[in-house]
């Protein structure tokens, strides 16, 4: 299985920027897309980023142009850099994998997630 831990999270103003970091270790053989989700207070979870094995990104249209995934495979983590946040950006970010790793004694493909993290944007 795959474990994921977020970093980064915490308080800024509007206008502000915050780097998150999601890290992936276990018995990992292949990971084929990392990204990114976030719940707000009274909302449900939406999707805000994602990249690929092949380096193709995908962006929900509310962080675009604001918001840049990357990721650094020798490491096996990924990164969000987010500039210009709002208070709209104030959620809890969970950190998420697509990839093959070792679940018992058997090799399986899955998504796994991490325990999340809280973004505040806030004056």
């Known amino acids: 299985q795959v474990q994921l831990v977020e970093s980064g999270g915490g308080l800024v103003q509007p206008g502000g920027s915050l780097r998150l970091s999601c890290a992936a270790s276990?018995?990992?053989?292949?990971?084929?897309?990392m990204g990114w989700y976030r719940q707000a207070p009274g909302k449900q979870r939406e999707f805000v980023a994602r990249?690929?094995?092949?380096?193709?990104?995908n962006y929900a249209d509310s962080v675009k142009g604001r918001f840049t995934i990357s990721r650094d495979n020798a490491k096996n983590t990924v990164h969000l850099q987010m500039n210009s946040l709002k208070s709209e950006d104030t959620a809890v970010y969970f950190c998420?994998?697509?990839?093959?790793?070792?679940?018992?004694?058997?090799?399986?493909?899955?998504?796994?997630w991490g325990q999340g993290t809280q973004v505040t944007v806030s004056s």
């Open positions: 998420y994998s697509l990839s093959e790793s070792r679940h018992g004694l058997a090799a399986q493909i899955g998504n796994s």
């Open positions: 990249i690929t094995s092949g380096n193709s990104t």
């Open positions: 276990g018995s990992i053989f292949s990971i084929y897309a």
